[in-house]
């Protein structure tokens, strides 16, 4: 959040803003990729812009070749080079996400292999591996290797993989939605919109700087640090996480609307849920439609035409685990986290088989137990919220 | 753009489908209809939702297909052309 | 996309009114003064702050 009080990113922003309003006979995605690099370049500076350009061009060299190279080819070699490059973005994010960086290890392999400048190449891979270029990556693999969809240029890709405006913390952007700027650009917003996205811009500082920091400042003092040692502390850093991620999220999608750049909503209400599984669908909702298409539903339907509809249910364990695990990896690479993913894939499920019932015993048509439902629902939701943080906070603050 | 229509015996099992699996003995098949319209319909039962149609109409949805689809219109639009191409 | 913002019930393809804008433009100055005003600058600073 620091960069959104950094009064370079707002110049930047207003700039980006007003140069796309210029109507040219270039394709919106090339536009922005190239004032998203100028704008890197001058927030992070342009050796971090150059590397970060770097490493697009050479993505984008592999993704041209392998199609140039699976053209006609089976449908086997397509899952084998889909996986094999996905195998290879991993092996980059479990480098990041082990921080070497920071420990050790770079005077030990600054010792062995002082040719390779790990105190560079470590802390440049780290910065690749952002947890949402990662997934960003996956997702285009997935669109350009499996499903065919066209590949954009190293300078479109920029802004696809990298947008200045969701540097900080997403949101996971659709690459079929990013193409979609080509054909049909939104039309820039006239002065009412532009009202109407300052508003909720304004909203989301507000979320962030005064409601977010306030909680902060008022249970735990000025230059206080979070400390969860109790089942109330979690409860307060899950109200702060919401406030905190609700508003930068609302800050990128006013700006992303400003510019006509798809940046997808992440939160929707999510304490009025009425089950996990609802919940999931309400908060950080850019990352569960990830899942849901790049792993859920793939694997699900694999699963199920396999082992037939009757035992879907128990299929769908089995998936819900691998999903949320890889959720809870992707938090931080630790067997706690993964535990967190697990459980809640399984939670799901047993909200599953529990809907089945309901619906075989007809509760979706009886408007009390709808209401009992949107009474008790959030209750239980938020209970399941606050004991998993509680599970995860010695990950996120340790002692 | 007759082949992309369903004749009404296709409407009426389509239609069936939908009322067994989401226990809506009600439910009509509107073109609008979408998933947050139908109690239960999550990403679970639209999974068995697509292998349900598939086992009834002896045809296959690729992964692409059954992520895309945004509305019933849409699935019926697309399991008429994939029944008129079979 | 969100069309609607909650606080007004203002539709996203309709023209603002002139009470519908004036309303939204306090509103957005209310938070900007709130926001400085946690950040321990004076509102003018904040809001021209690099300009």
């Not at chain 1, 005077?107 to 470590?122: E, G, I, M, T, V």
């Not at chain 1, 909203?203 to 640090?225: D, P, S």
């Not at chain 1, 990128?252 to 849920?273: C, D, H, K, M, Q």
Request: with cysteine; net charge positive.
């Amino acid at each position: 959040m620091v960069l959104f009080i950094n009064p370079a990113f707002w110049i930047i922003a207003a700039a980006v803003y007003l140069l796309l309003l210029f109507e040219t006979p270039r394709r919106a995605t090339l536009r922005f990729g190239l004032f998203n690099i100028a704008a890197l370049a001058i927030l992070l500076g342009w050796k971090v812009a150059a590397a970060v350009f770097l490493f697009v061009l050479l993505f984008w060299g592999v993704l041209y070749r392998l199609r140039l190279w699976l053209r006609g080819s089976h449908w086997k070699a397509d899952t084998g080079a889909g996986f094999a490059l996905i195998l290879m973005l991993a092996l980059v994010f479990w480098v990041h996400k082990l921080n070497l960086e920071d420990g050790a290890f770079v005077s030990r392999f600054s010792q062995a292999a002082p040719w390779a400048r790990p105190d560079l190449l470590l802390p440049f891979l780290a910065m690749l591996s952002f947890s949402y270029i990662f997934v960003r990556s996956v997702e285009l693999v997935h669109c350009v290797i499996w499903k065919r969809m066209p590949l954009l240029d190293p300078v479109s890709l920029a802004g696809y993989l990298v947008p200045f405006h969701m540097l900080v913390a997403g949101p996971v952007n659709i690459y079929s939605e990013h193409l979609e700027m080509d054909p049909s650009p939104p039309p820039a917003p006239n002065s009412s919109q532009v009202l109407i996205v300052l508003n909720e811009i304004t909203t989301g500082l507000f979320y962030k700087f005064v409601i977010a920091e306030g909680i902060r400042i008022y249970f735990y003092g000025l230059e206080g640090h979070f400390t969860v040692a109790s089942l109330f502390d979690s409860g307060v850093l899950v109200v702060y996480t919401f406030f905190d991620f609700a508003g930068y999220s609302r800050v990128a999608r006013g700006i992303g609307r400003l510019f006509g750049v798809p940046t997808p909503e992440n939160f929707s209400a999510p304490f009025r849920s009425t089950s996990v599984t609802d919940f999931w669908t309400r908060w950080h909702i850019s990352m569960g439609l990830f899942v849901r298409r790049n792993l859920f539903t793939p694997l699900q339907l694999q699963l199920v035409r396999k082992v037939g509809i009757r035992r879907a249910a128990w299929a769908s364990v089995l998936t819900m685990i691998v999903s949320f695990g890889f959720v809870g990896l992707w938090h931080r690479l630790s067997w706690t986290w993964f535990l967190w993913g697990a459980l809640m894939g399984l939670l799901m499920a047993a909200e599953k088989t529990a809907q089945g019932y309901f619906l075989k015993w007809g509760w979706n048509q009886s408007p009390r137990a709808q209401f009992c439902l949107r009474i008790l629902g959030p209750v239980y939701v938020f209970s399941v919220v606050i004991v998993s943080a509680y599970f995860v906070a010695n990950e996120i603050f340790p002692a | 753009m007759s082949e992309n229509t369903l004749d009404p015996n296709q409407l009426e099992k389509l239609t069936g489908i939908f009322r067994v699996l989401f226990n809506a003995p009600q439910l009509e098949l509107r073109d609008n209809l979408t998933a947050k319209d139908v109690a239960g319909w999550d990403s679970f039962n639209h999974v068995n939702l697509i292998i349900s149609i598939e086992e009834e109409f002896g045809l296959r949805f690729s992964n692409d297909e059954v992520g895309s689809l945004q509305n019933v219109g849409h699935l019926k639009h697309l399991l008429a052309s994939k029944l008129a191409s079979s | 996309m969100n069309n609607r913002t909650p606080l007004f019930g203002i539709q996203w393809n309709e023209p603002l009114s002139f009470w519908q804008t004036t309303w939204i433009l306090t509103w957005i100055l209310i938070k900007l003064v709130l926001v400085a005003s946690m950040m321990n600058l004076g509102p003018g600073e904040f809001i021209y702050a690099g300009f």
